[in-house]
């Protein structure tokens, strides 16, 4: 991580466009976060265009889902974050339709990193993935922006 070249990352702009949470991301999914006491949350239906295996949900899509809910939760505690890394463990298929409940939360928060867990179940707490990451703090967040 020490030898990530130097990015200019605009946190100014608007999150319209992103993949995950862009409202106007004409391909993106859409995702809504709510903050829930320390927790962000979301729901998501996934459909035919997120699959990998026939009717089966790609595994890029879980892990997408999942850096969204652990940004948001770094985003709603004060900070505008970008991942670094993160490790997701898969503990069973999604199924095309299958409504899902995504959540992520800050474990730690330093001066230059924060730590994050996420989740993602179906409506009835069956579990499907969970992940960690640790995120680079780019700047202290002044107010919500987009869809933050």
Not at 16 to 29: E, R, S, T, V, Y
Not at 69 to 90: C, D, E, H, R, W
């Amino acid at each position: 991580m020490a030898n990530w070249p130097q990015v200019s990352v605009d946190t100014e702009k608007e999150f319209d466009m992103c993949f995950a949470c862009g409202q106007k991301n004409p391909i993106g999914l859409k995702l809504n976060f709510a903050r829930d006491g320390k927790t962000a949350r979301a729901e998501f239906t996934p459909g035919k265009f997120h699959q990998g295996w026939a009717g089966v949900v790609h595994g890029g899509i879980i892990s997408c889902v999942l850096d969204e809910a652990m940004s948001y939760a770094a985003l709603f505690s004060g900070v505008n974050p970008i991942t670094a890394k993160m490790q997701t463990k898969f503990k069973r298929p999604v199924q095309i339709g299958e409504h899902v409940v995504i959540t992520g939360w800050v474990t730690k928060k330093a001066r230059r990193l924060v730590e994050a867990k996420g989740e993602v179940s179906l409506k009835d707490g069956t579990p499907i993935a969970d992940s960690t990451a640790t995120m680079f703090i780019l700047s202290p967040r002044e107010e919500p922006k987009g869809n933050a």
